[in-house]
């Protein structure tokens, strides 16, 4: 089933149900994208892990409010020393809607969603740090779903999905263009995440019809 409809902006219209000329299928990064592995981050350290650890390591999507504070948001991350359980941030301010929140002086700014990339060990010390968010992401309450400019549920999932699946796609992309300029290449552990992420959204395209 093909269904077509203006995504808001003009002259921008989204096609979904078939193929598009020039637009990639919801699917994972190829294996043209995925560099060779060689990881290059150095072991995880801190509560809960070892140099004598076997059990794998799985990085968690934690979605967060993040303020306008003009901080970047790694550079935060850093800043409430987050950084050794933070792997990496997807900020979400061009897909969805946003809010008010305070930042660490009670100050107010508009806040957006993103999206972190947590070892299990840090979750609870990140929900320590930043506004939690009062919904399952991507359920039928969550904002960046209700954003999309279409009438019915079923296609402000669809369009949501499709840009988010962009996003990520275009986060990893970034990554690897990084690593190689810099002479280091992603880390399994993110590399996994990223092709997770991929899935899920993926999956939740596909039980809506399309695809």
Not at 153 to 178: G, P, T
Not at 183 to 195: P, R, S
Request: glycine share 8%; proline share 5%; charged share 25%.
């Amino acid at each position: 089933m093909t269904r077509l409809f203006s995504s808001g902006n003009s002259g921008e219209t989204v096609l979904f149900g078939g193929p598009e000329p020039n637009r990639r299928s919801l699917s994972g990064p190829s294996k043209a994208d995925m560099p060779k592995e060689q990881p290059t981050i150095s072991a995880v350290s801190g509560p809960g892990f070892s140099a004598g650890d076997s059990a794998p390591i799985r990085l968690h999507t934690v979605r967060i409010w993040f303020p306008h504070n003009g901080v970047q948001v790694m550079e935060d991350i850093k800043r409430k020393g987050l950084e050794d359980v933070v792997f990496d941030a997807i900020a979400l301010q061009e897909i969805g809607a946003q809010h008010q929140a305070q930042d660490d002086h009670g100050i107010t700014h508009e806040a957006f969603l993103v999206d972190l990339a947590v070892l299990e060990v840090g979750i609870s010390r990140v929900l320590g740090k930043y506004e939690i968010t009062k919904f399952d992401p991507l359920s039928d309450d969550d904002p960046i779903i209700l954003h999309q400019p279409v009438e019915d549920l079923d296609s402000k999932k669809a369009l949501c999905y499709q840009h988010l699946h962009s996003k990520y796609l275009q986060e990893y992309a970034k990554r690897c263009k990084l690593g190689k300029v810099l002479g280091y290449e992603i880390h399994n552990v993110l590399k996994d995440w990223y092709k997770e992420r991929l899935e899920d959204i993926c999956n939740r395209f596909k039980k809506l019809g399309y695809c």
